[in-house]
């Protein structure tokens, strides 16, 4: 693996340049040392082999490539636990969204198991809810405590939010693809449902996030019909597939002219990222063959969008008939 870690260095030198001079520079030790390691007598570490990759603009899934073409890395978003991480978290994702909107080439790619994030940042009760069930689901403290959304309510720092609606409006600038199904809305009404009945969401907020949730999806299906994200300053188009073949992800891909990244949800709000470029090539691959199968709702018909739209709107119906009447319903 090493002898052709190497190799793939030395191409990217030019050819009246000293490798081993250079080795040995980048790695602050002298010249017989870097020569022994280029000539394989000693063993590069793991910290020198990152160091040499950085060097020569080597990604370091290359060191991996080298000894398998089945293993990649990835990197893992950092973990939330309180207010001041998930505050944290907004601001990184602006971070990394803010260069795409100068760019007309970059577009996002979303499977909605759920209803995407960037729905649920806007200055709504719903946003404040969300905040509460993610910081129950990961904050230890607050999934023991029977502190209640209402309570909750009047402790969220206006920093946070000030955050999640910047990160909201930077996402009206990227154009946008998205997967949804029947069952994308069914975690937020089952997250709604659920504290409800334990009591620690009231029956006055309860009914107002059914209105919230509600909009969100008029606010979808305008978009849907006008083929344009609402609130955009620089057109971003927005196109929405029904699919009903495969179940959703909440995988994002995201696509620019010169690179592709994709980000992996395995907690709540945690991700991996992978830059492969090859994996990523082989998850847009998976997307197209996925609209080939899917309907995109502009081109579908008004009936059947109709259809689409009024079946949530209905679910959101039953929930609220279920919230007033406090009568169990499914929503299956």
């Known amino acids: 693996m090493q002898k052709q870690f190497i190799q793939y260095l030395k191409e990217k030198l030019p050819e009246n340049a000293s490798f081993v001079d250079e080795v040995a520079s980048v790695l602050d030790i002298g010249y017989d040392a870097a020569y022994r390691r280029v000539n394989l007598k000693t063993n590069l570490s793991l910290e020198e082999s990152v160091k040499l990759a950085k060097h020569f603009k080597i990604s370091l899934n290359k060191l991996f490539e080298v000894g398998s073409q089945q293993t990649i890395l990835t990197e893992r978003s950092p973990q939330i636990i309180d207010t001041s991480h998930l505050e944290q978290y907004f ?42 069930v993610w910081l129950k689901i990961a904050n230890q403290e607050m999934t023991k405590n029977k502190i209640s959304f209402d309570d909750f309510i009047e402790t969220i720092p206006d920093s946070l939010l000030e955050k999640a609606f910047q990160l909201s409006d930077t996402y009206n600038f990227i154009s946008i693809t998205e997967f949804w199904n029947d069952n994308t809305i069914n975690g937020t009404i089952q997250q709604i449902l659920y504290f409800y009945e334990s009591q620690l969401l009231s029956k006055n907020l309860a009914l107002k996030l059914c209105d919230d949730l509600e909009e969100i999806i008029h606010h979808v299906e305008k978009q849907t019909i006008q083929q344009s994200i609402i609130n955009s300053k620089n057109n971003a188009a927005y196109k929405l597939y029904k699919s009903d073949l495969l179940t959703m992800s909440n995988i994002l891909l995201v696509k620019t002219s010169f690179k592709k990244v994709f980000f992996v949800p395995y907690t709540v709000l945690e991700y991996l990222k992978v830059e492969h470029q090859d994996t990523c090539n082989i998850m847009e691959d998976f997307f197209q063959k996925q609209m080939t199968n899917s309907k995109l709702l502009v081109h579908s018909g008004e009936k059947d969008r109709t259809l689409f739209f009024n079946k949530m709107l209905h679910k959101i119906n039953k929930l609220r008939s279920h919230i007033i009447i406090d009568e169990n319903h499914g929503f299956e």
């Open 91 to 132: 601001t990184k994702s602006i971070e990394n969204l803010t260069p795409l909107t100068k760019l007309k080439s970059a577009s996002l790619i979303y499977s909605a198991k759920d209803i995407p994030l960037f729905y649920t940042l806007k200055d709504s009760y719903l946003t404040r809810y969300k905040i509460f």
